[in-house]
Nanobody, 122 residues
Framework: QVQLVESGGGLVQAGGSLRLSCAASGRTFSNYAMGWFRQAPGKEREFVAAIGWSAGSAYYADSVKGRFTVSRDNAKNTAYLQMNSLKPEDTAVYYC???????????????WGQGTQVTVSS
C-alpha cells in the first residue's frame, strides 16, 4: 500500500520561506516521478512542480518558477518543495503525488498525500 505523507506547512509572512517534505512508502520510490500540486479554497487543484525519478528533470508552473525548487532524496524516499519569496496567492493546501512519468497533469498521478496547509499572510 502506497503512503505519501506531507509535512512542513504552516503560516508565514509574505516574502518568507517554507520547505515541504513528502515521505513515501509502499513503492520503490526511485522508480517514480513526484509531483506537487496545490488547491486554494474555491479553486481547482493545480500543478506546482514535478521531478523525474532520477532528479534529472524538473518542471514548474509559471507562477512559481524562480521561487520554488523541487528536489528528492531517493535514499530517504522523500521529495521536497523549497518555497521562497512566498506570496499571499501561494496560500493553499499542498499535495504531493506519485506517477510513472513526470508530467504536469494531475490525472497522471496515481497516488496522493493528504495535503499540508500553507498560509501566507500579507
Amino acid at each position: 500500500q502506497v503512503q505519501l505523507v506531507e509535512s512542513g506547512g504552516g503560516l508565514v509572512q509574505a516574502g518568507g520561506s517554507l520547505r515541504l517534505s513528502c515521505a513515501a512508502s509502499g513503492r520503490t520510490f526511485s522508480n517514480y516521478a513526484m509531483g506537487w500540486f496545490r488547491q486554494a479554497p474555491g479553486k481547482e487543484r493545480e500543478f506546482v512542480a514535478a521531478i523525474g525519478w532520477s532528479a534529472g528533470s524538473a518542471y514548474y508552473a509559471d507562477s512559481v518558477k524562480g521561487r520554488f525548487t523541487v528536489s528528492r532524496d531517493n535514499a530517504k524516499n522523500t521529495a521536497y518543495l523549497q518555497m521562497n519569496s512566498l506570496k499571499p496567492e501561494d496560500t493553499a493546501v499542498y499535495y504531493c503525488a506519485m506517477a510513472v512519468v513526470v508530467v504536469p497533469t494531475r490525472h497522471e498521478y496515481d497516488y496522493w498525500g493528504q495535503g499540508t496547509q500553507v498560509t501566507v499572510s500579507s
